[in-house]
T-cell receptor, first 110, second 115 residues
Framework: DGGITQSPKYLFRKEGQNVTLSCEQN?????MYWYRQDPGQGLRLIYY???????QKGDIAEGYSVSREKKESFPLTVTSAQKNPTAFYLC?????????FGQGTRLTVV | AQSVAQPEDQVNVAEGNPLTVKCTYS??????LFWYVQYPNRGLQFLLK??????LVKGSYGFEAEFNKSQTSFHLKKPSALVSDSALYFC?????????????FGGGTRVLVKP
């Protein structure tokens, strides 16, 4: 069963804690992206990686960190520096502009 | 820089009536244009794309979109809407000349189809 798997589907975090969202793909694709979705604001790009061991900041990278040690995995850490982390997070692979998305992780800070 | 505007937050339509969701874009070069649909608490699903060729693009579930270069628009249309079309729709653009694969999304338009 091919595709992009994000876990967990729902995540709760206490203020001041770091939390890591998982994104795994078995499509053998180089480029992976993280987006944040807020109501009425569409999708905003957090980080993206075009190849293993390389990644770039997107439009709203502050308070987030990523790693790309393996082609299959692109985890996103939401740090305590992110002032408003409650959102829906989407991981995607993008090829020539076409994006294939995971099912998303809804993060709530309690 | 590339940008996308979806001027309507919500579109209401009766089942069986035509549906139009508007999208305008701005790029420095030529665009790749996309429409995606999102159901609650799910990722986005691809509907259709314009890369080159015919201005009228046909996609999944009976949707189509018309690329209009002079008006920099890429409106999504469906001749006869279904209740099951109720969802959140996103337009996206990529500038062909831009490095990498960065997609820019519009803010989304919620479609509500009433029986």
């Amino acid at each position: 069963d091919g595709g992009i798997t994000q876990s967990p589907k729902y995540l709760f975090r206490k203020e001041g804690q770091n939390v890591t969202l998982s994104c795994e793909q078995n499509l053998n694709h180089d480029a992976m992206y993280w987006y944040r979705q807020d109501p009425g604001q569409g999708l905003r790009l957090i980080y993206y990686s075009q190849i293993v061991n390389d990644f770039q900041k997107g439009d709203i990278a502050e308070g987030y960190s990523v790693s790309r040690e393996k082609k299959e995995s692109f985890p996103l850490t939401v740090t305590s520096a992110q002032k408003n982390p409650t959102a829906f997070y989407l991981c995607a692979i993008v090829d020539r502009g076409f994006a294939f998305f995971g099912q998303g992780t809804r993060l709530t800070v309690v | 820089a590339q940008s996308v505007a979806q001027p309507e937050d919500q579109v209401n339509v009766a089942e069986g009536n035509p549906l139009t969701v508007k999208c305008t874009y701005s790029v420095s070069g030529n665009p790749y244009l996309f429409w995606y649909v999102q159901y609650p608490n799910r990722g986005l699903q691809f509907l259709l794309k314009y890369i080159t060729g015919d201005n009228l693009v046909k996609g999944s579930y009976g949707f189509e979109a018309e690329f209009n270069k002079s008006q920099t628009s890429f409106h999504l249309k469906k001749p006869s809407a279904l209740v099951s079309d109720s969802a959140l729709y996103f337009c996206a653009v990529r500038d062909i000349k831009a490095a990498g694969n960065k997609l820019t999304f519009g803010g989304g338009t919620r479609v509500l189809v009433k029986p």
